[in-house]
T-cell receptor, first 116, second 111 residues
Framework: GAVVSQHPSRVICKSGTSVKIECRSL??????MFWYRQFPKKSLMLMAT?????????EQGVEKDKFLINHASLTLSTLTVTSAHPEDSSFYIC????????????FGEGSRLTVL | GENVEQHPSTLSVQEGDSAVIKCTYS??????FPWYKQELGKRPQLIID?????GEKKDQRIAVTLNKTAKHFSLHITETQPEDSAVYFC??????????FGTGTRLTIIP
């Protein structure tokens, strides 16, 4: 199947700093990628849909100025958590479809963010 | 928007027995229903999926059934093994490629 790689897998930062998470499609081009957030023992919550070459579409309740998404190429989308606070600590996972039109989502490894 | 409900939230099954997880969805336009398995700290992995043009699909010990009229679908795992222990998520997909996930079921296989 298609491979999606996410980096970093773990990051610890101080409150007030910004953190960037990268999501790459390694063997296919992804015009659309999705960013999810997952709290411990909870489901995946869609934060935003990242569209190559255009603005991301954010879900209701997600602050676009807080979670900056850039999808500058067909293989890379980035999520930047700006001015991070402890409540932003979570597991962030990106995903993409491989363009075959099957609907199957391929997930990155996830990034665990801890804000001190 | 789409709403997906999943039950039960936790399930313990004796090794060798069957496990069933059920989901309901709200949007009748949904046409793709995948099931994901997620182990602790890992990414979700697709284990089986079904489209709205069929009622049942099977892959070895795993099967999924879909009732479009009632808008529910179920995951069936037979002859459960310890490695089946994980969190399972159902999802529903409609038109604009956005998947909506269920709340998850923590399955524990008791040796």
């Amino acid at each position: 199947g298609a491979v999606v790689s996410q980096h970093p897998s773990r990051v610890i930062c101080k409150s007030g700093t910004s953190v960037k998470i990268e999501c790459r499609s390694l063997d296919f081009q992804a015009t659309t990628m999705f960013w999810y957030r997952q709290f411990p023992k909870k489901s995946l919550m869609l934060m935003a849909t990242s569209n190559e070459g255009s603005k991301a579409t954010y879900e209701q309740g997600v602050e676009k100025d807080k979670f900056l998404i850039n999808h500058a190429s067909l293989t890379l989308s980035t999520l930047t958590v700006t001015s991070a606070h402890p409540e932003d600590s979570s597991f962030y996972i990106c995903s993409a479809m491989d363009g075959r039109g099957t609907g199957e989502l391929f997930f990155g490894e996830g990034s665990r963010l801890t804000v001190l | 928007g789409e709403n997906v409900e999943q039950h039960p939230s936790t399930l313990s099954v004796q090794e060798g027995d069957s496990a069933v997880i059920k989901c309901t969805y709200s949007d009748s336009a949904s046409n793709y229903f995948p099931w994901y398995k997620q182990e602790l700290g890992k990414r979700p992995q697709l284990i089986i999926d079904i489209r709205s043009n069929v009622g049942e699909k099977k892959d070895q010990r795993i099967a999924v059934t879909l009732n479009k009229t009632a808008k529910h679908f179920s995951l069936h795992i037979t002859e459960t093994q310890p490695e089946d222990s994980a969190v399972y998520f159902c999802a529903a997909h409609f038109g604009n490629e956005k998947l909506t996930f269920g709340t998850g079921t923590r399955l524990t296989i008791i040796p």
